[in-house]
């Protein structure tokens, strides 16, 4: 099983950038699908972006296309999200999770592994 721990979250003005991580440990993330998702107080947990095992396909929420970036590397066992031109509808607790089958779905019922989470916070 593996065991996912997110870090990089923090304040930000609006406007500005911030880079979450998401470091693997216990298995390799090389045979998993991994994805971005989000939840603000009082709402449902969303989709973000997911790439594929190697990288060679990224989706992203329509709300963040164009400023955020999924990546990951394999060697490192990590996975990136790059959040660019925040605003304050961004503000949430950001969350990866591992897709053993290596699907790029958006539900969150096809992830089977999670992190605790990192809070991002953008203020106007």
């Known amino acids: 099983q593996v065991q996912l721990v997110e870090s990089g979250g923090g304040l930000v003005q609006a406007g500005g950038s911030l880079r979450i991580s998401c470091a693997a440990s216990?298995?390799?993330?090389?045979?998993?699908?991994m994805g971005w998702f989000r939840q603000a107080p009082g709402k449902e947990r969303e989709f973000v972006a997911v790439?594929?095992?190697?990288?060679?396909?990224?989706y992203y929420a329509d709300s963040v296309k164009g400023r955020f970036t999924i990546s990951r590397d394999n060697a490192k066992n990590t996975v990136y999200l790059q959040l660019n031109n925040l605003t304050p509808e961004d503000t949430a607790v950001y969350y990866c999770?591992?897709?053993?089958?290596?699907?790029?779905?958006?539900?969150?019922?096809?992830?089977?592994?999670w992190g605790q989470g990192t809070q991002v916070t953008v203020s106007s």
């Open positions: 216990g298995r390799t993330l090389r045979s998993y699908a």
């Open positions: 999770a591992a897709n053993q089958w290596g699907g790029t779905g958006t539900q969150t019922y096809e992830y089977d592994t």
């Open positions: 790439i594929s095992r190697t990288s060679g396909r990224t």
